[in-house]
Nanobody, 123 residues
Framework: QVQLVESGGGLVQAGGSLRLSCTASGGTFSTYAVGWFRQAPGKEREFVAAISMSGSNTNYADSVKGRFTISRDNARITVYLQMNSLKFEDTAVYYC????????????????WGQGTQVTVSS
């Protein structure tokens, strides 16, 4: 079981950019698909993006397509979420999560979560 730690969150103005990192330890990272999710106050946790074990397949929520890019560097055991053209409604705690083998967009399919990192976009 890998342990996940997110970093890179912060305060940014609308239209700005941030890059989140999800660094793993333990386990065999290259056998895990990884997803990014977010949860705003008073809302349910929602899917943002996911990437396959090899990095060859990616999925995005419609709300972030064209603005966010997920990537991974298995040598550095890290998954990144590049967030551009940020909007106020992107404000949330962002979590990365892992599951063995297959990519999923469902929160319930992931059994291993990081502690989250806050992203705040000012309008």
């Amino acid at each position: 079981q890998v342990q996940l730690v997110e970093s890179g969150g912060g305060l940014v103005q609308a239209g700005g950019s941030l890059r989140l990192s999800c660094t793993a330890s333990g386990g065999t990272f290259s056998t895990y698909a990884v997803g990014w999710f977010r949860q705003a106050p008073g809302k349910e946790r929602e899917f943002v993006a996911a990437i396959s074990m090899s990095g060859s397949n990616t999925n995005y929520a419609d709300s972030v397509k064209g603005r966010f890019t997920i990537s991974r560097d298995n040598a550095r055991i890290t998954v990144y979420l590049q967030m551009n053209s940020l909007k106020f409604e992107d404000t949330a705690v962002y979590y990365c999560a892992s599951r063995r083998w297959l990519v999923s967009v469902e929160v319930s399919d992931y059994n291993n979560w990081g502690q989250g990192t806050q992203v705040t976009v000012s309008s």
